[in-house]
């Protein structure tokens, strides 16, 4: 073995020293930035909002914002007035949570009532298309209409202010204001399907981003009310943005503990099994906590905030981690009379290349757009260097006098395993290598990639299906598709705002959709707000047509002559967008992004979205972009998946070259044999078991390669400790399958995939390993 | 003179259930099922078939209006499907409604959700489950009763301040009071009980079904 000049200048205490102030001053920063809220958990956080261009990530987060923070709640009972009893226990019970900061059940009168008011001094102006139309083309219809509306014997809402509004013109324009009619009930919203009434509670959090206590607190809350609502007979549906993230917050802590506890427990038997002593697995342990309360405050001082899920992958890293003490460890077994210094001398080019290795394909993850993976990869990476430099820095210290006397019975399996085994594969090698072909091309045959970012977030089912029954029942929260249009100016803006609506219109009476929502539906600019003026001038008031409506129905002389007054009177109102938007409700204010050097913008919301393709062809219009976040996304993904590929390749021959450099071409190629079967069984299994094929699975991938060239530069510098060196990589890759296979619990389809590619690298690695470095031997 | 543009909403759904209740009411109000009061018993009197079909004149007196306004037309109440109003003058327009739904010449309107269960009650003959919502005084002579039911519902009470229906075997007239003076009277006529739909009621009934 080649010696460096650096050991010769090793002083333990030194090198102990070192580490012991990178630590305090890990620690110290970790005092400060521990204290801070540092965890994220909101689905949205682990998405790329780079590739965006900045108008339409700004038009997405406002769109988001104020759909992220609302909950809906349906209290369901056989009687309406149950219904209404169950939900105002229930808004007593969530004021009292002080999670929200509104709670509405009454219906808000207050606020339609100071709409009319404010509208009323402009309804000359204010017409709904439908009217419009009928002005336009036949006026008498218009009367007809009216006489319809006042004989019906169920009261009509247009009809309701006919002293002041004698054409019913506004009344026809506010109502179209509410285009999905609500039932009142004591003035609560009570909808109902066939067998039950459903009285309607909406709420608004505090927070678009909850922390995970008030998460919690959440979930309880949501759990407790069901049971209460219950035990009286009733039912309760709630669905909202919050709850799907508490629901992944949950799965997410109990992963974490689940792969945190299960990792700790299997090293701790190992280590003890293996080793007779406490002293290796305190000092593992000591590397492991040093790596990950590292990676935690590290990560946190970089990003701001981490994410739930970046922990998960956290825990699994300890299986990872761990290795380089136990490579340390094992070698014990491997000299006669061994001393710690020696020993590192020994494992040093091993693990300084296999963190390397590692390293570079976390690289890989990190250069990928999305939030998420960058901190798991950041986070990996200063985990496993200190936990790294821990091993090489302290143990020598505080392994000295350690030499376990006895033969452990895993070394002699191991031991046993590494002689025999390649000597099975090699006397065999035909029909394996043909089985092995057959089994991978059949596997990549069935191979086929899913993007879709959904897969991102685990749902429960019942989660999902209480959603979409409240979507049935209240067909009122937007889809997260919607169009973003844009006008030079106000009046540019609106005309091709009007140009989609109308678009969007004969879609819906195609049930292409069940909604949209756009300002120009009901704030006619002033040109627009000029021409209906002199339509109703032009067919109702200088034709005659109102004055004889008014008489025939029997106002008096002067009513009529009073209407006619305010008419003219009313000739030069104009009622400004910002005027109209603040009489209206949040909802509508939120359409509108506001206008900044020659440039005006809005977005139309929609909802009940049938028929994609119709509406995607929209966007063709002038001023139109159709911005669907899902599936811009699930192309970012699939886009990333070439790419992945394209580093997984990348990083595969820099470490070939890597190691040919250092050991020469077959040598490197030998090594490189181990990642390449490995990488080529699991994407097979992936095929094989239909799991999830996407980019994680490629990220995967790269932490296989990473672990792969570990076992088989360890078997290929073994030299005559190929017993000890088997030993080390059965232990280490013991311990990181059962970190990985434990992900493969998780309730994610991402997390689960990944832990399962990984899981199954890492056996094949272990299997293909004890190949390489034979014929040195 | 504002209450009106004030109760804007409360007002559709207000005449609603006025409305609604006419429409029930020109129905045939099975006698006895739940126990009612005294005075409830008048109405033990209507027939009890699962048709109804007639004429109806409705006038409706409008404060703001110098003279009323008229109209007249046929109805039919089908205890399973619900009930057709056909205006036949001034303007031709139909009105269909059941549980779930209501149609009217401006395309489908919501249902008010105290519409099904006022519905129900009268048409189930359970007028017990009216004083739920109503305070129900009533007179009763030896051929004729009649029935003053009060809005108990605070928001309802806003607006109506009382319905008297009034009938023999049959329910033959209804009145509207509304707080703000508007009155509304709906007198039926030419009552009978078919067997079964004509091939044109059937035909107006398809369109209520989802």
Redesign the interface.
Do not use: H, N
């Given at each position: 073995m080649n010696r460096k000049p650096i050991l010769n200048a090793y002083h333990p205490k030194l090198t102990a020293g070192l580490w012991l102030l990178g630590m305090i001053i890990i620690g110290i920063l970790g005092s400060q930035i521990l204290t801070k809220n540092w965890l994220e958990t909101g689905f949205l956080a682990l998405l790329p909002t780079s590739e965006q261009q900045p108008e339409i990530a700004n038009a997405t987060r406002q769109h988001n914002q104020l759909l992220n923070r609302k909950v809906v709640w349906l209290a369901g009972a056989s009687t309406s007035v149950e219904a209404i009893n169950h939900a105002q226990k229930l808004k007593r019970q969530l004021e009292q949570s002080q999670l929200f900061n509104k709670v509405v059940l009454e219906f808000p009168q207050q606020q339609y009532i100071n709409q009319y008011q404010q509208l009323f001094p402009y309804r000359y102006q204010l017409l709904d298309a439908q009217s419009q139309e009928m002005l336009a083309k036949n006026p008498e219809d218009l009367i007809k209409q009216n006489l319809e509306i006042l004989n019906s014997p169920i009261g009509q809402m247009q009809a309701a202010d006919l002293e002041r509004d004698p054409s019913l013109l506004f009344g026809r324009y506010f109502s179209a204001q509410h285009p999905i009619k609500l039932n009142l009930e004591q003035g609560i919203v009570v909808v109902s399907d066939r067998q039950q009434f459903w009285a309607l509670l909406l709420t608004d959090l505090h927070d678009e981003r909850l922390q995970l206590d008030k998460l919690d607190t959440l979930l309880h809350l949501v759990n407790d009310a069901t049971g209460q609502v219950k035990a009286q007979g009733g039912e309760l549906l709630v669905s909202g943005m919050a709850l799907f993230t508490a629901q992944g917050a949950q799965s997410a802590k109990q992963e974490i503990s689940t792969v945190g506890v299960g990792s700790s427990l299997g090293i701790m038997v190992l280590l003890l099994m293996t080793f007779r002593s406490v002293r290796p697995l305190l000092l593992a342990m000591l590397a492991l906590a040093s790596g990950l309360f590292a990676a935690l405050v590290l990560s946190i001082w970089c990003f701001d905030k981490i994410h739930l899920l970046t922990l998960v992958f956290g825990a699994s890293l300890m299986g990872v981690a761990i290795d380089y003490a136990l490579h340390f460890f094992c070698d014990s077994f491997g000299g006669k009379a061994w001393l710690p210094q020696q020993g590192l001398r020994f494992i040093l080019p091993g693990i300084s290349l296999g963190l390397f290795t590692t390293l570079l394909s976390y690289a890989g993850l990190g250069l990928s757009p999305f939030p998420g993976l960058q901190q798991v990869a950041v986070f990996s990476a200063i985990g496993l260097s200190v936990a790294w430099l821990t091993v090489v820095l302290l143990f020598p210290l505080l392994l000295v006098g350690f030499k376990p006397k006895h033969q452990p019975l895993l070394l002699k399996l191991t031991g046993y395993w590494q002689q025999h085994w390649p000597v099975w594969l090699l006397s065999n090698k035909r029909w394996l290598g043909l089985a092995a072909a057959v089994f991978v091309l059949g596997g990549f045959w069935t191979l086929t990639p899913r993007d879709d970012v959904r897969l991102l977030q685990s749902a429960p089912a019942e989660l999902t299906r209480t959603a979409d029954k409240i979507r049935q029942l209240f067909p009122m929260s937007p889809d997260s598709q919607f169009f973003l249009v844009s006008g030079q100016d106000q009046a540019g803006w609106f005309q091709n705002e009007q140009r989609l609506i109308k678009r969007l219109e004969t879609l819906k009476q195609q049930k292409a959709l069940t909604a949209y929502e756009g300002l120009s539906h009901y704030w006619p600019d002033a040109n627009r707000q000029q021409q209906n003026y002199r339509l109703i001038k032009h067919k109702l008031v200088d034709s005659g047509l109102l004055e004889r409506y008014m008489n025939d129905l029997g106002f008096d002389e002067t009513a009529v002559k009073a209407e006619l007054k305010q008419f003219s009177a009313a000739e030069r109102n104009t009622l400004t967008l910002p005027e109209w938007l603040a009489t209206a409700d949040e909802s509508k204010q939120q359409l509108w992004l506001g206008c900044d050097d020659g440039h005006c913008q809005s977005t139309v919301a929609l909802t009940g979205i049938g028929d994609f393709q119709a509406l995607t062809a929209l966007q063709d219009l002038p001023g139109v972009i159709w911005v669907d976040q899902v599936e811009s996304l699930s192309s970012l993904f699939a886009r990333y998946r070439i790419r992945a590929s394209a580093l997984l390749a990348i990083a595969f021959s820099l470490a070939l070259a890597g190691l040919g450099f250092k050991f020469g071409w077959q040598g490197s190629m030998a090594i490189m044999s181990v990642p390449v079967v490995a990488l080529a069984v699991s994407l097979a299994m992936i095929g094989w078991f239909g799991q999830l094929f996407s980019l994680f699975n490629l990220f995967a991938l790269l932490l296989v390669l990473g672990i792969g060239v570990d076992y088989g530069l360890f078997f290929f510098i073994a030299g005559d400790r190929r017993d000890s060196t088997s030993l080390g990589v059965t232990l280490s890759a013991l311990t990181t399958l059962l970190a990985f296979g434990l992900l493969a619990t998780s309730s994610t389809e991402i997390v689960h995939a990944f832990g399962f590619t990984v899981a199954v690298g890492i056996v094949t690695a272990l299997l293909c390993a004890p190949l390489v470095g034979l014929k040195n031997t | 003179?504002?209450i009106?543009?004030?109760?804007?909403?409360?007002?559709?759904?207000?005449?609603?259930v006025?409305?609604?209740a006419?429409?029930s009411e020109i129905s045939a109000i099975a006698p006895g099922i739940a126990l009612p009061p005294a005075s409830l018993q008048s109405a033990a009197r209507l027939a009890k078939t699962p048709i109804t079909q007639g004429d109806f004149h409705?006038q409706?007196q409008?404060?703001?209006?110098?003279?009323?306004?008229i109209?007249t037309g046929t109805f039919t109440y089908d205890q399973n499907k619900g009930v057709i109003?056909k205006?036949l003058t001034?303007?031709v327009?139909l009105?269909l409604?059941n549980e779930?739904k209501?149609l009217?010449?401006?395309g489908e309107?919501?249902?008010?959700?105290?519409?099904?269960?006022v519905f129900k009650a009268m048409l189930g003959g359970d007028l017990a489950a009216l004083t739920?919502g109503f305070v129900i005084t009533g007179t009763d002579q030896k051929t004729s009763w009649q029935l003053a039911l009060i809005p108990k519902?605070?928001?309802l009470k806003k607006i109506i301040s009382t319905m008297v229906l009034s009938g023999d075997t049959e329910l033959r007239q209804l009145e509207i009071r509304e707080t703000g003076g508007n009155v509304?009277l709906?007198s039926f006529d030419n009552i009978s009980h078919p067997e079964r739909l004509s091939d044109e009621q059937e035909a107006d009934f398809e369109r209520l079904s989802p």
């Open positions: - | 003179m504002l009106k543009a004030l109760l804007l909403y409360c007002l559709a759904f207000g005449q609603g006025a409305g609604d006419v429409l409705q409706k409008l404060k703001v209006l110098r003279k009323p306004l109209s109003w205006t001034p303007v327009s009105l409604v779930s209501l009217t010449g401006q309107q919501a249902v008010p959700a105290a519409f099904g269960k739920d519902d605070e928001m509304t709906i």
